[in-house]
Protein backbone atom coordinates (compact mmCIF):
# COMPACT_ATOMS: atom_id res chain seq x y z
CA UNK A 1 0.00 0.00 0.00
CA UNK A 2 2.65 2.44 1.02
CA UNK A 3 4.46 1.72 -2.62
CA UNK A 4 1.01 2.24 -4.30
CA UNK A 5 0.27 5.46 -2.35
CA UNK A 6 4.22 6.74 -3.53
CA UNK A 7 3.43 5.90 -6.82
CA UNK A 8 0.09 7.74 -7.48
CA UNK A 9 1.77 10.92 -5.54
CA UNK A 10 4.78 11.07 -7.73
CA UNK A 11 2.06 10.98 -10.97
CA UNK A 12 0.25 13.26 -9.35
CA UNK A 13 2.82 15.58 -9.38
CA UNK A 14 4.10 14.66 -12.58
CA UNK A 15 0.65 15.65 -13.69
CA UNK A 16 1.09 19.01 -11.90
CA UNK A 17 4.35 20.05 -13.27
CA UNK A 18 3.31 18.88 -16.91
CA UNK A 19 -0.06 20.18 -17.16
CA UNK A 20 1.31 23.73 -17.73
CA UNK A 21 3.81 22.72 -20.47
CA UNK A 22 0.53 20.52 -22.28
CA UNK A 23 -1.76 23.30 -22.00
CA UNK A 24 0.96 25.91 -23.60
CA UNK A 25 1.14 23.03 -26.63
CA UNK A 26 -2.28 22.69 -27.24
CA UNK A 27 -3.17 26.76 -26.86
CA UNK A 28 -0.66 27.56 -29.10
CA UNK A 29 -2.40 25.02 -31.76
CA UNK A 30 -5.88 26.58 -31.46
CA UNK A 31 -7.38 29.44 -33.53
CA UNK A 32 -7.68 33.00 -31.73
CA UNK A 33 -11.80 32.02 -30.74
CA UNK A 34 -10.80 28.88 -28.76
CA UNK A 35 -7.39 29.71 -27.25
CA UNK A 36 -8.42 29.82 -23.71
CA UNK A 37 -11.32 26.83 -23.46
CA UNK A 38 -8.49 24.89 -21.58
CA UNK A 39 -9.83 21.81 -24.35
CA UNK A 40 -6.24 19.96 -24.29
CA UNK A 41 -7.13 18.49 -27.41
CA UNK A 42 -6.79 21.20 -30.21
CA UNK A 43 -10.03 21.40 -32.87
CA UNK A 44 -9.05 22.48 -35.43
CA UNK A 45 -5.79 21.97 -35.02
CA UNK A 46 -3.68 25.50 -36.51
CA UNK A 47 -0.40 24.93 -37.32
CA UNK A 48 -0.76 28.23 -39.21
CA UNK A 49 -0.12 29.72 -35.54
CA UNK A 50 3.42 28.76 -35.83
CA UNK A 51 4.26 30.24 -39.54
CA UNK A 52 2.55 33.00 -38.85
CA UNK A 53 4.07 34.10 -35.98
CA UNK A 54 7.58 32.99 -37.44
CA UNK A 55 7.13 35.17 -40.51
CA UNK A 56 5.79 38.05 -38.86
CA UNK A 57 9.20 38.44 -36.29
CA UNK A 58 12.95 37.52 -36.54
CA UNK A 59 12.78 34.51 -34.27
CA UNK A 60 15.50 32.64 -36.23
CA UNK A 61 17.78 35.61 -35.36
CA UNK A 62 16.36 35.23 -32.01
CA UNK A 63 16.93 31.79 -31.27
CA UNK A 64 21.04 31.98 -32.50
CA UNK A 65 21.55 35.35 -30.43
CA UNK A 66 20.06 33.28 -27.10
CA UNK A 67 22.48 30.13 -28.09
CA UNK A 68 25.33 31.88 -29.10
CA UNK A 69 24.56 34.01 -25.36
CA UNK A 70 23.62 31.31 -23.44
CA UNK A 71 26.98 28.91 -24.87
CA UNK A 72 29.40 31.97 -23.86
CA UNK A 73 28.12 32.64 -20.51
CA UNK A 74 27.82 28.88 -19.65
CA UNK A 75 31.03 28.01 -20.54
CA UNK A 76 32.22 31.06 -18.82
CA UNK A 77 30.80 30.43 -15.71
CA UNK A 78 31.38 26.49 -15.74
CA UNK A 79 35.48 27.17 -16.31
CA UNK A 80 35.84 30.46 -13.92
CA UNK A 81 34.22 28.67 -11.55
CA UNK A 82 35.64 25.67 -11.72
CA UNK A 83 38.77 27.72 -11.58
CA UNK A 84 38.40 29.14 -8.11
CA UNK A 85 36.88 26.16 -6.90
CA UNK A 86 40.00 23.90 -7.36
CA UNK A 87 41.90 26.88 -5.49
CA UNK A 88 39.51 26.80 -2.74
CA UNK A 89 39.86 22.82 -2.89
CA UNK A 90 43.00 21.80 -3.26
CA UNK A 91 45.69 24.99 -2.37
CA UNK A 92 46.42 25.79 1.55
CA UNK A 93 46.95 29.51 1.87
CA UNK A 94 46.25 31.97 4.92
CA UNK A 95 42.67 33.31 4.71
CA UNK A 96 41.19 30.79 2.59
CA UNK A 97 38.32 29.96 4.96
CA UNK A 98 37.82 33.50 5.26
CA UNK A 99 37.72 34.78 1.25
CA UNK A 100 35.37 31.71 0.99
CA UNK A 101 32.96 32.58 3.74
CA UNK A 102 33.05 35.79 1.65
CA UNK A 103 32.15 34.43 -2.16
CA UNK A 104 29.28 32.54 -0.16
CA UNK A 105 28.21 35.72 1.10
CA UNK A 106 27.90 37.40 -1.99
CA UNK A 107 25.12 34.94 -2.69
CA UNK A 108 22.80 36.79 -0.08
CA UNK A 109 23.55 40.13 -2.25
CA UNK A 110 20.58 40.85 -4.09
CA UNK A 111 21.10 41.35 -7.59
CA UNK A 112 18.77 45.09 -8.14
CA UNK A 113 21.77 45.79 -5.81
CA UNK A 114 24.67 45.72 -7.90
CA UNK A 115 22.21 46.34 -11.27
CA UNK A 116 23.10 50.09 -12.01
CA UNK A 117 26.55 50.23 -10.99
CA UNK A 118 27.49 47.07 -13.06
CA UNK A 119 25.61 49.06 -16.19
CA UNK A 120 27.41 52.72 -15.49
CA UNK A 121 30.68 50.46 -16.06
CA UNK A 122 29.58 48.71 -19.13
CA UNK A 123 28.77 52.32 -20.57
CA UNK A 124 32.07 53.78 -19.39
CA UNK A 125 33.65 51.55 -22.02
CA UNK A 126 31.17 51.73 -24.81
CA UNK A 127 29.69 47.83 -24.53
CA UNK A 128 26.64 49.15 -22.38
CA UNK A 129 24.60 48.44 -25.76
CA UNK A 130 25.70 45.17 -27.26
CA UNK A 131 25.14 41.58 -25.95
CA UNK A 132 29.09 41.13 -24.13
CA UNK A 133 27.22 42.47 -21.01
CA UNK A 134 25.06 39.42 -21.38
CA UNK A 135 27.83 37.06 -20.55
CA UNK A 136 31.16 38.53 -19.49
CA UNK A 137 29.99 39.17 -15.69
CA UNK A 138 30.45 34.95 -15.39
CA UNK A 139 33.80 35.38 -16.53
CA UNK A 140 34.34 36.45 -12.54
CA UNK A 141 32.39 32.65 -11.74
CA UNK A 142 29.54 32.12 -9.48
CA UNK A 143 29.28 31.69 -5.69
CA UNK A 144 26.66 28.88 -5.65
CA UNK A 145 28.73 27.51 -8.91
CA UNK A 146 32.14 27.18 -7.12
CA UNK A 147 30.33 25.87 -3.92
CA UNK A 148 29.21 23.26 -5.82
CA UNK A 149 32.33 22.32 -7.78
CA UNK A 150 34.57 22.98 -4.71
CA UNK A 151 31.98 19.80 -2.67
CA UNK A 152 32.89 17.53 -5.79
CA UNK A 153 36.69 18.85 -6.18
CA UNK A 154 37.17 18.16 -2.39
CA UNK A 155 35.73 14.26 -2.75
CA UNK A 156 38.23 13.52 -4.94
CA UNK A 157 41.02 11.03 -3.64
CA UNK A 158 43.93 13.30 -2.68
CA UNK A 159 46.10 9.92 -3.55
CA UNK A 160 45.66 10.82 -7.53
CA UNK A 161 46.93 14.55 -7.34
CA UNK A 162 50.39 13.39 -4.62
CA UNK A 163 50.73 11.07 -7.38
CA UNK A 164 50.27 13.41 -10.50
CA UNK A 165 52.83 15.87 -8.30
CA UNK A 166 55.46 12.90 -7.76
CA UNK A 167 55.15 12.65 -11.45
CA UNK A 168 56.30 16.36 -12.35
CA UNK A 169 52.54 17.12 -13.00
CA UNK A 170 52.51 21.22 -12.54
CA UNK A 171 48.85 22.81 -11.17
CA UNK A 172 47.21 23.88 -14.36
CA UNK A 173 48.19 20.03 -15.88
CA UNK A 174 46.82 18.43 -12.82
CA UNK A 175 43.74 20.29 -13.37
CA UNK A 176 43.29 20.21 -16.80
CA UNK A 177 44.31 16.26 -17.22
CA UNK A 178 43.13 14.79 -13.69
CA UNK A 179 40.58 17.16 -11.82
CA UNK A 180 38.58 18.08 -14.86
CA UNK A 181 37.79 14.61 -16.14
CA UNK A 182 37.26 13.60 -12.95
CA UNK A 183 33.89 15.95 -12.25
CA UNK A 184 32.50 15.86 -15.87
CA UNK A 185 28.93 15.03 -14.23
CA UNK A 186 29.16 18.26 -12.11
CA UNK A 187 30.52 20.70 -14.48
CA UNK A 188 27.27 19.19 -17.06
CA UNK A 189 25.53 20.54 -14.24
CA UNK A 190 26.78 23.82 -13.76
CA UNK A 191 26.79 24.00 -17.89
CA UNK A 192 23.21 23.38 -18.00
CA UNK A 193 22.21 25.25 -14.64
CA UNK A 194 23.95 28.66 -16.25
CA UNK A 195 22.72 27.88 -19.85
CA UNK A 196 19.28 27.45 -18.76
CA UNK A 197 19.59 30.98 -17.11
CA UNK A 198 21.06 32.78 -19.52
CA UNK A 199 18.47 31.13 -22.19
CA UNK A 200 15.30 32.91 -20.28
CA UNK A 201 17.16 35.86 -18.69
CA UNK A 202 14.98 38.81 -19.06
CA UNK A 203 16.30 41.25 -17.08
CA UNK A 204 19.51 41.97 -18.94
CA UNK A 205 18.61 41.72 -21.82
CA UNK A 206 16.13 44.52 -21.46
CA UNK A 207 19.26 46.49 -19.85
CA UNK A 208 21.17 45.98 -22.65
CA UNK A 209 20.27 45.56 -25.53
CA UNK A 210 18.31 48.44 -27.77
CA UNK A 211 19.03 46.72 -31.55
CA UNK A 212 16.21 44.24 -32.37
CA UNK A 213 18.93 42.26 -34.26
CA UNK A 214 20.59 42.06 -31.08
CA UNK A 215 17.67 40.57 -29.00
CA UNK A 216 17.99 37.10 -27.65
CA UNK A 217 14.59 35.02 -27.08
CA UNK A 218 13.29 36.71 -24.18
CA UNK A 219 13.54 39.98 -24.94
CA UNK A 220 12.30 39.09 -28.23
CA UNK A 221 9.22 37.42 -26.73
CA UNK A 222 8.60 40.51 -24.35
CA UNK A 223 8.36 42.52 -27.68
CA UNK A 224 6.04 39.81 -29.70
CA UNK A 225 3.58 40.19 -25.97
CA UNK A 226 3.68 43.87 -26.61
CA UNK A 227 2.55 43.36 -30.25
CA UNK A 228 0.16 40.57 -30.06
CA UNK A 229 -0.77 40.06 -26.25
CA UNK A 230 -1.72 42.78 -23.70
CA UNK A 231 -2.40 46.27 -24.88
CA UNK A 232 -1.68 44.70 -28.75
CA UNK A 233 -3.70 42.43 -31.16
CA UNK A 234 -5.10 40.26 -28.59
CA UNK A 235 -3.18 37.40 -30.69
CA UNK A 236 -2.44 35.44 -28.14
CA UNK A 237 -2.19 32.09 -30.03
CA UNK A 238 0.97 33.68 -31.54
CA UNK A 239 2.52 34.73 -28.69
CA UNK A 240 2.18 30.97 -26.91
CA UNK A 241 3.51 29.61 -30.23
CA UNK A 242 6.56 31.52 -29.75
CA UNK A 243 6.76 30.59 -26.24
CA UNK A 244 6.71 27.02 -27.12
CA UNK A 245 9.45 27.61 -29.72
CA UNK A 246 11.30 29.27 -27.10
CA UNK A 247 10.51 26.29 -24.35
CA UNK A 248 11.51 23.68 -26.46
CA UNK A 249 15.37 23.51 -26.59
CA UNK A 250 15.45 23.72 -23.04
CA UNK A 251 13.33 20.32 -23.30
CA UNK A 252 15.83 18.84 -25.33
CA UNK A 253 18.71 20.10 -24.07
CA UNK A 254 17.64 18.08 -20.72
CA UNK A 255 16.55 15.10 -22.20
CA UNK A 256 20.50 15.43 -23.99
CA UNK A 257 22.14 15.74 -21.03
CA UNK A 258 19.97 13.72 -18.23
CA UNK A 259 22.69 11.31 -17.65
CA UNK A 260 25.27 13.59 -16.62
CA UNK A 261 23.09 16.36 -14.93
CA UNK A 262 21.02 13.31 -13.12
CA UNK A 263 24.53 11.40 -12.01
CA UNK A 264 26.00 14.75 -11.06
CA UNK A 265 22.72 15.87 -8.90
CA UNK A 266 22.83 12.19 -7.10
CA UNK A 267 26.61 12.17 -6.65
CA UNK A 268 26.38 15.67 -4.71
CA UNK A 269 23.68 14.60 -2.59
CA UNK A 270 25.59 11.22 -1.47
CA UNK A 271 28.17 13.18 -0.43
Known sequence: MV???????????????????????????????????????????????????????????????????????????TLSSAVVAYGFARFQFRGRDVMFGLVLATMMLPSAVTMVPVYLEWHAVGLATTQIPLWAQNLFGSAFYIFLLRQFFLGLPGEIFDAAKVDGAGHVRTFVRIALPLTVPALVVVFVFELKAAWTDLIKPLIYLRDTDFFTLPRGLKTILDRFGEGGESQWELVLAASTIATAPMILLFLVAQRYFVRGLNTQSNR
Open 3 to 77: RIACVLALLLTAVAFLYPLIWLVSASLKDRAHVFDNALIPNPVAFANYVEVWQAVPLLAWIVNSALVGLAAAAAA
